[in-house]
C-alpha cells in the first residue's frame, strides 16, 4: 500500500518568525517548542516525510502527521494543546470571583493581622467569608495561578512595623510636594535619593 503524501505547509514570513519565536523561546513550553520544530521543518524546501521529521526530532511519525493536520486546519491555534475531557469545574463562578477579589485587596482590608498576604492567610480569610461553602488551599492556589496572581510576591510598603512611620512617609511626601511647586515655579529641581532633594 503506498505511503500517503503529506500535506505540503508553506509559511508566510510572519508565521514563520512566530514559530521561530515559539521554537526558541525558554518561557515555551517543551511540547510546544517541539510542534513548532515540526512545523517549521515540514515547511523547509527539501519537503522532508512526517518520517523523517519524527526521526530528527525523536517522536513517531503519527505525531508529526497530528501536528501537521492540526496547524493547517487552525494554524499557530492548532499548536495547543485541545481541552481535556473530564470533570467540570467544581468551583461556582462567584466563589472564583471572590477568591480573586480578597487576594487583590490589602490584608488590612481584610481585617488580617498581616501586612502581607500568605497563602494560609488567603485560605482563612476566605474560609472565613465563605462559611459553610468549604474551599480548599489547592483550589485556592489554582485559581489565583490561573489568572497570574501573586499576592504574597507584592510589597506592600505603605505597611510597616516601624512606629514612626507614618511621620517618615509624611517627609518624603512633602519633600516631593514642595519639589514639585519648585518645578512649576520654574526653578531646576534635583533629586538625589528618596531623602534629599534639592532645588534652585
Not at 473530564?86 to 488590612?108: D, E, F, K, N, Y
Not at 517627609?171 to 520654574?186: D, M, P, R, V
Request: aromatic content about 4%; some cysteine; charged content about 20%.
Amino acid at each position: 500500500m503506498p505511503t500517503p503524501i503529506a500535506p505540503r505547509i508553506i509559511l508566510p514570513p510572519n508565521a514563520r518568525m512566530d514559530l521561530q519565536t515559539l521554537a526558541r523561546a525558554h518561557s515555551t513550553p517543551p511540547s510546544l517548542a517541539l510542534r513548532a520544530r515540526m512545523i517549521l521543518r515540514a515547511a523547509a524546501l527539501d519537503r522532508p516525510t512526517n518520517l523523517h521529521i519524527g526521526h530528527e526530532l525523536g517522536c513517531s511519525n503519527l505525531t508529526v502527521g497530528k501536528w501537521r493536520r492540526r496547524y493547517l486546519d487552525l494554524g499557530l491555534l492548532g499548536l495547543q494543546d485541545a481541552r481535556r475531557s473530564g470533570r467540570p469545574r467544581t468551583i461556582a463562578a462567584p466563589t472564583r470571583v471572590q477568591v480573586i477579589s480578597v487576594a487583590s485587596t490589602l490584608p488590612h482590608d481584610q481585617d488580617r493581622p498581616v501586612t502581607r498576604w500568605t497563602l494560609d492567610e488567603i485560605v482563612a480569610t476566605l474560609l472565613d467569608a465563605l462559611g459553610t461553602e468549604a474551599i480548599s488551599r489547592s483550589s485556592i492556589w489554582r485559581i489565583l495561578h490561573d489568572v497570574d496572581l501573586k499576592p504574597h510576591k507584592s510589597a506592600y510598603w505603605l505597611n510597616s512595623h516601624d512606629a514612626d512611620f507614618d511621620g517618615k512617609a509624611h517627609t518624603i511626601c512633602h519633600l516631593y510636594a514642595k519639589a514639585l511647586e519648585s518645578y512649576q515655579q520654574g526653578r531646576l529641581v534635583i533629586c538625589c535619593d528618596d531623602l534629599l532633594i534639592r532645588s534652585f
